[in-house]
T-cell receptor, first 118, second 114 residues
Framework: DAGVIQSPRHEVTEMGQEVTLRCKPI?????LFWYRQTMMRGLELLIY????????DSGMPEDRFSAKMPNASFSTLKIQPSEPRDSAVYFC????????????????FGPGTRLLVL | AQSVAQPEDQVNVAEGNPLTVKCTYS??????LFWYVQYPNRGLQFLLK??????LVKGSYGFEAEFNKSQTSFHLKKPSALVSDSALYFC????????????FGKGTKLSVKP
């Protein structure tokens, strides 16, 4: 298995531009998580999905952030408009969940997208 | 409220010496506890977990952790540190009533010197 795939790996954009981050979870995993990591705030959970349905989006900073999961193999995190304070590393993770068998509790992380907003 | 604390921002160890990275938790009921490691410019990798059973849990790369219910701790240990163990280590606890949803500590940077 290729693991969790994220793209792009690096993104540099200017303030006000729209940014779209992409994630492909491990095949068969029921849960998908989006995290943000900064030096100041550490690792923050933004939102997570179960079977493509958003379960908890209380960590999404504000309305400029949105996330979708149109199918079991793809999710996006969009920032519109972007601001310099959004600069961070964004991680996607997935976990099998109860219906898929296997280890329900272990999260598998992608390599992250390093975002810099100028 | 559920939480996990890593009291040390950084731990420095000489290669070959034993290492300990500390973690304490606050959760009602039986906790599910995890350790993850993050190498530079990489995502987090699962090391080990405690769900139930033996209090001493063995994981990847020679790491182990001991669950101590009375002290509400889950310290990560390794008998002999390697320079390649240098990384950021995260302790996490599963959020009660929320399958798969983990609460992460702030992380501890481990530095192993030759």
């Amino acid at each position: 298995d290729a693991g969790v795939i994220q793209s792009p790996r690096h993104e540099v954009t200017e303030m006000g531009q729209e940014v779209t981050l992409r994630c492909k979870p491990i095949s068969g995993h029921d849960y998908l998580f989006w995290y943000r990591q900064t030096m100041m705030r550490g690792l923050e959970l933004l939102i997570y999905f179960n079977n493509n349905v958003p379960i908890d989006d209380s960590g999404m900073p504000e309305d400029r952030f949105s996330a979708k999961m149109p199918n079991a193999s793809f999710s996006t995190l969009k920032i519109q408009p972007s601001e310099p304070r959004d600069s961070a590393v964004y991680f996607c993770a997935s976990t099998p969940g109860g219906t898929s068998g296997g280890d329900m509790e272990t999260q598998y992380f992608g390599p992250g997208t390093r975002l810099l907003v100028l | 409220a559920q939480s996990v604390a890593q009291p040390e921002d950084q731990v420095n160890v000489a290669e070959g010496n034993p290492l300990t990275v500390k973690c304490t938790y606050s959760v009602s009921g039986n906790p599910y506890l995890f350790w993850y490691v993050q190498y530079p410019n990489r995502g987090l990798q699962f090391l080990l977990k405690y769900i139930t059973g033996d209090n001493l849990v063995k994981g990847s790369y020679g790491f182990e952790a001991e669950f101590n219910k009375s002290q509400t701790s889950f310290h990560l240990k390794k008998p002999s540190a390697l320079v390649s163990d240098s990384a950021l280590y995260f302790c996490a606890v599963r959020k009660i009533g929320s399958q798969g949803n983990l609460i992460f500590g702030k992380g501890t940077k481990l530095s192993v010197k030759p």
